[in-house]
């Protein structure tokens, strides 16, 4: 069990609902000017990096001093989930293209079998740790996502290149786990929109060989519904699965749960990321009295659906502001025996 250690020391009710985030904080407006600046030259040497540590002390510190159990860089440093681990393997080659708003865009292409020497993460992770004294879990795009974003042009078929991915993560997680790292969350949003839950398995088992017991591994799932990935995706070997349900178009948990075993733990997305206006503490309440009703609330993690990128910083630190004040009061709550639980 790797969850109860991320009680912090002072918390103040006996229930405890893990906080976290899940998927990237929107970038300070200024950086991309700053990055573009950098790339025509006409900022001083060390200015692009120096912002990126600003961008990146900026989130964690507002992570941290809300209240999250858990925090981690925001991703800040990332210009996209496929992008951004393109740098570093070789022979997936960026096209450009995309319209520049969301998680997907432009497309790599593959040109020869990918392969990487170098660490991804494991110095964004030493820094978002240096600035902070919570635990920071770390996001990594998982292999099935990187693949199916890409344009597979040296691979027969996307399982294959999966495989190969899965060994470049699994090589990432194991120097993440050298480094420290208490938590790490591998993203599959690729997965809902194409429910290949048998190679999300296979990759999975591969990236879990890397993680000690006491490491905390887990997988978010979005961008679709789950009623392909389910219920496999509760037997993925992993200790948490985290789920989208609070979108307009999220599936109905208690549909969703109808399937899951109790085996592993769940993250239960309980603000709107998409939505402009700011998630209510009465709404974001009574999504986290539905997740204690269907999930025991030992299992579970509070979380956003997903990355708050599409919101500006604002609204998105509003939405986060409102799900900690939420879940302290279900808490209280549960102490008092106002709420039942499963
Ligand atoms: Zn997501």
Same mark, same amino acid.
């Given at each position: 069990m790797t969850?109860?250690?991320?009680?912090?020391?002072?918390?103040?009710?006996?229930?405890?609902?893990?906080?976290?985030?899940?998927?990237? &904080?929107?970038?300070?407006?200024?950086?991309?000017?700053?990055?573009?600046?950098?790339?025509?030259?006409?900022?001083? $040497?060390?200015?692009? $990096?120096?912002?990126?540590?600003?961008?990146?002390?900026?989130?964690?510190?507002?992570?941290?001093?809300?209240?999250?159990?858990?925090?981690?860089?925001?991703?800040?440093?990332?210009?996209?989930?496929?992008? &951004?681990?393109?740098?570093?393997?070789?022979?997936?080659?960026?096209?450009?293209?995309?319209?520049?708003?969301?998680?997907?865009?432009?497309?790599?292409?593959?040109?020869?079998?990918?392969?990487?020497?170098?660490?991804?993460?494991?110095?964004?992770?030493?820094?978002?740790?240096?600035?902070?004294?919570?635990?920071?879990?770390?996001?990594?795009?998982?292999?099935?996502?990187?693949?199916?974003?890409?344009?597979?042009?040296? &691979?027969?078929?996307?399982?294959?290149?999966?495989?190969?991915?899965?060994?470049?993560?699994?090589? $990432?997680?194991?120097r993440l786990v050298d480094a420290g790292v208490e938590w790490i969350q591998i993203d599959e949003p690729g997965l809902g929109i194409s429910p290949h839950s048998e190679l999300a398995h296979e990759s999975l088992s591969r990236i879990a060989e890397e993680v000690p017991d006491d490491v905390r591994l887990g997988v978010h799932v979005c961008s679709g519904n789950y009623d392909n990935l389910a219920p496999e995706m509760f037997s993925f070997p992993v200790d948490e699965v985290d789920l989208e349900f609070a979108s307009d178009d999220a599936d109905d948990p208690a549909d969703v749960l109808a399937a899951w075993d109790g085996d592993v733990d769940i993250g239960f997305g309980v603000v709107d990321p998409q939505d402009r206006d700011v998630d209510s503490i009465e709404e974001i309440r009574a999504r986290i009295e539905e997740a204690v009703s269907l999930v025991p609330p030992e299992q579970l993690t509070i979380t956003p659906d997903c990355g708050l990128k599409p919101v500006k910083r604002p609204i998105a630190r509003e939405k986060l502001e409102n799900m900690v004040e939420a879940v302290e009061a279900v808490e209280a709550a549960m102490d008092a025996g106002e709420v039942e639980t499963a």
């Open positions: 969850r109860e250690r991320f009680r912090p020391p002072d918390h103040e009710t006996e229930s405890f609902l893990l906080t976290t985030v899940v998927g990237s &904080y929107p970038r300070p407006a200024w950086l991309p000017e700053i990055e573009d600046a950098h790339a025509d030259g006409s900022v001083p $040497e060390g200015t692009v $990096e120096e912002a990126l540590d600003d961008a990146s002390r900026a989130a964690v510190n507002i992570f941290d001093r809300m209240g999250l159990d858990v925090v981690t860089d925001g991703e800040v440093r990332r210009e996209g989930m496929i992008e &951004y681990f393109a740098r570093f393997i070789d022979n997936m080659e960026q096209d450009g293209g995309g319209d520049g708003t969301g998680w997907n865009t432009g497309m790599p292409t593959i040109v020869d079998e990918v392969s990487s020497s170098e660490p991804w993460l494991v110095d964004d992770y030493r820094f978002a740790a240096s600035v902070t004294d919570c635990p920071v879990k770390v996001t990594v795009t998982g292999p099935f996502t990187l693949a199916s974003f890409s344009q597979p042009q040296a &691979y027969d078929d996307v399982g294959e290149l999966t495989a190969d991915l899965a060994e470049l993560v699994a090589a $990432e997680v194991a």
